[in-house]
């Protein structure tokens, strides 16, 4: 697994590729890494693939239900979106299920990037009993499905009567086994020991060596963890979905409710609007923060 | 790992200090991975043991104090059960069609993007955009792109004269459910085997294109095998998230989602696993539903390991 992570020669390579001379007139030897027509036409069809049933989703948010149950189906936004909105806003309480949505990523994804931190530090650069296989055990953990944890969690939120409620959903997710993987792979690398002895000797005990010597150095890969969870637990479905019901859902369980329905009266560009808007927040963040994310996978590769 | 922190205090130092100092450098470590494993113990591992204990039982959701010994019977009535087979065969073949050509293609695209181009940085962000999209939003949206009646897919298909009902029938409904898991995670695997082919160096690559390979024979003998771990890890998580598939087929199905369709067809473990605690209130055949879960992946666990140790011994061997 460590092989997944980037090594120094990957950051190397990838240094020289910029450093590469640019323009029309460039000539070199070894064109063989050079991309082909073959290769732009595949990569504009898997673009198109990824892209088009985002486009689709905006056009049919933007039509009138009727239209959107016609063949053939839309194909250019229409002027409906704002009806349709409304609409959505009365049949499920979108308001607070992006209040509740953004507040649930929030804590989660801030409590599992201190943790990870904190352990990815100790798994990395501390030496202490039983270190090789309590990592082991970390990643192990990984494989256990949510599925075999719901029933007594159940249990235990509704003997709280915390049914409904957001700590149900939070509490539960605040660390993650890749994220404390992530931090250890990323602190393997990037912080010296010598930095740490340094630090001790200047008689810094650990607490200060972890704000003034490992948050500093940790601060770009948080950055991206801290991304990475939320878009995680902003997307997360089965869990919210047995704990949580309308009257305090996440975006995810809005959805379910304006999807889930059966029958010939659902308007299907208002379900269209739902997902539109339940989306919307990610694909901004990953319009603007889309290069340094893409950058986070492509140097640390995470995989939940 | 060969710097080791020495644990003795400058002797100058007062007594208490060097004591503290010597339980900060023996404590602190266990203190910052315990807030990771306290919560794992209490909202993984002891919620796991206890479903274990509760298949054991007959156990209504309404009333979860009562719970009456039935030992082994919820285990025994679940494996005699047609609807639990399909099930376990749906989560299969659903796993097999969204897991297969999914890594393929991501492993075709990192190759692409591997390639030095124009637009590089819009090709990797617009193929990673489907990841930020939920489970719940695109299904909703591939529920109508797969519509029969007016449907995008079947609207295209007419061209070629063919009119699946992706709703109603077997396969077609489990390619459609495989289609949006492909379409979601096709992008991030993508940039995972990237990843690793960035790692691999170059001057393989020149001297194998001045030996005369060509790009075919590059991608097969170099990049393949040097990826092979991070090829190995995808497939491990692709595997844990296929036995998982439960929000898919949960919203493909709409009305009768949590059913897995009107006979079953597309219905996954974990959807039978909640249609058995939630709507059926019987929380104590649920659990057995998860327990055998659990073996399943010890079991698929346990034959990939036994296939990584033959692989390394017959490669070792000749």
């Known amino acids: 697994m460590a092989a ?14 910029q450093d590469r ?13 050079k991309a082909g027509p073959v290769a732009y036409v595949l990569l504009a069809i898997a673009a198109v693939a990824s892209l088009f049933p985002l486009y689709w989703t ?26 349709n909105i409304t ?96 931090m250890r792979q990323f602190l393997s690398e990037a912080l010296p020991f010598e930095l740490i002895e340094a630090a001790r000797v200047d008689g810094a005990n650990s607490l200060r060596i972890i704000w003034h010597v490992v948050f500093p150095i940790a601060r770009p890969a948080m950055a991206v963890l801290g991304m ?50 339940g989306t919307l927040p990610l694909l901004l963040i990953f319009a603007v923060l889309g290069k340094h994310i893409v950058g986070g996978i492509t140097s640390g590769a995470v995989k939940s | ?91 299969f073949t659903i796993g097999v069609i969204s897991t297969v050509p999914q890594l393929l293609m991501a492993l075709g695209l990192a190759h692409l993007l591997n390639y030095r181009m124009r637009g590089r940085g819009f090709f990797r962000v617009a193929i990673l955009a489907p990841y930020a999209t939920s489970i719940a939003a695109a299904t909703l949206v591939f529920v109508q792109l797969f519509n029969p009646d007016y449907g995008f897919i079947n609207w295209m298909l007419n061209a070629v004269g063919i009119h699946p009902n992706w709703y109603s029938e077997t396969w077609p409904s ?24 960035q790692a691999v160096p170059k001057d393989l690559y020149e001297a194998a294109s001045l030996d005369g390979a060509n790009r075919w024979q590059q991608f097969t003998r170099i990049t393949i095998p040097s990826i092979r771990p991070t090829i190995m890890f995808t497939i491990i998580v692709s595997t844990i998230g296929a036995t998982q598939l439960f929000g898919e087929p949960m919203l493909f199905g709409g009305g009768v989602g949590v059913s897995g369709g009107s006979a079953h067809q597309f219905q996954t473990l974990s959807l039978y696993l909640y249609e058995l605690g939630w709507p059926s209130r019987q929380l104590g055949r649920a659990s057995a539903v998860a327990w055998t879960m659990l073996l399943l992946l010890l079991l698929i666990g346990l034959v990939q390991y036994l296939i990584t140790r033959y692989r390394k011994r017959h490669e070792l061997g000749g």
Request: net charge positive.
């Open chain 1, 21 to 33: 001379p640019r323009g029309l007139f460039r000539r070199r030897a070894g064109d063989h890494d």
């Open chain 1, 87 to 182: 609409t959505a806003w009365n049949q499920a309480d979108m308001g607070k299920a992006l209040l509740n949505s953004t507040i649930v990523a929030g804590c989660v994804s801030l409590s599992t990037v201190l943790f990870s931190t904190l352990a990815g530090f100790a798994f990395a650069k501390l030496r202490f009993r039983g270190r090789n296989a309590l990592l082991t055990l970390v990643v192990a953990t990984m494989t256990i499905p949510p599925q075999l944890s719901v029933i007594p969690l159940y249990r235990i939120v509704t003997k709280l009567e915390w049914g409904n409620q957001l700590q149900s959903v939070i509490l539960p997710s605040l660390v993650a086994a890749f994220g404390v993987f992530f």
């Open chain 2, 174 to 197: 489990q390619i459609a459910i495989s289609t949006i898991v492909t379409w979601r995670w096709t992008g991030y695997n993508a940039l995972i085997y990237l990843a690793a082919m």
């Open chain 1, 228 to 277: 990475l969870v939320f878009v995680q637990s902003w997307n997360d479905f089965f869990w919210p979905f047995v704990v949580l019901t309308q009257q305090n859902p996440t975006v995810q369980v809005a959805l379910s409710a304006i999807g889930g329905g059966s029958g010939h009266d659902i308007n299907q560009a208002v379900i269209m609007t739902g997902a539109l808007v």
């Open chain 1, 58 to 83: 905006f056009v049919a948010a933007s039509n009138t239900g009727e239209r959107v149950a016609q063949s053939p189906p839309p194909m250019v936004p229409s002027g409906e979106l704002w009806t």
């Open chain 1, 4 to 17: 997944t992570l980037s090594t120094p020669s990957a950051r190397k390579a990838k240094h020289a590729e």
């Open chain 2, 1 to 91: 790992m060969a710097t080791h922190v020495r644990a003795e205090a400058p002797p100058a130092r007062p007594a208490w200090r060097s004591r503290l100092y010597r339980f900060d450098l023996k404590a602190s470590p266990y203190a910052f991975i315990a807030p990771f494993f306290i919560c794992f113990a209490a909202f993984g591992l002891f919620p796991l043991i206890w479903t274990g204990w509760l298949s054991l039982h007959y156990v209504d959701l309404l009333k979860p104090d009562v719970m009456e010994w039935r030992g082994f019977g919820n285990y025994t009535r679940l494996w005699s059960n047609d609807q639990f087979w399909t099930a376990l065969r749906n989560t």
